[in-house]
């Protein structure tokens, strides 16, 4: 599986960008996506992540009611839509896929469920 990250980009504080992972190489409508990122000198963080049904979403508390994560299995692709951004939120954004999902799996936030992972794409949020 092979993915590719985009729609990164500067933003001012306040702003909204969509970030897309695409997927190929695998059976993308069995496949769990999950969003990590991670900024200069911290760790990595897990941010949402969805499953093969579509509304079985996961969000950490930060990012809870102004991210949206979503799917279009007819497009190999899942969306990241950011809304009121803050500069906290400037980090590297990495998409990791699990290929190997049953329908009833809830995504985990932890990265050792992800068994492939794209390049990342960056988001600057300018206070």
């Known amino acids: 599986v092979q993915l590719q990250a985009s729609g990164g980009g500067l933003v001012q504080a306040g702003g909204s960008l969509r970030l897309s992972c695409t997927a190929s190489g695998g059976t993308f409508s069995r496949t769990a996506i999950g969003w990590f990122r991670q900024a200069p000198g911290k760790d990595r963080e897990f941010v949402a992540a969805?499953?093969?049904?579509?509304?079985?979403?996961v969000y950490t508390d930060s990012t809870k009611g102004r991210f949206t994560i979503s799917r279009d299995n007819g497009k190999n692709t899942v969306y990241l839509q950011m809304a009121s951004l803050k500069p906290e939120d400037t980090a590297r954004y990495y998409c990791?896929?699990?290929?190997?999902?049953?329908?009833?799996?809830?995504?985990?936030?932890?990265?050792?469920?992800?068994?492939?992972w794209g390049q990342g794409t960056q988001v600057t949020v300018s206070s």
């Open positions: 990791a896929a699990n290929p190997r999902v049953i329908l009833s799996t809830t995504p985990r936030p932890d990265p050792t469920f992800y068994d492939y």
């Open positions: 969805i499953g093969r049904r579509g509304d079985d979403t």
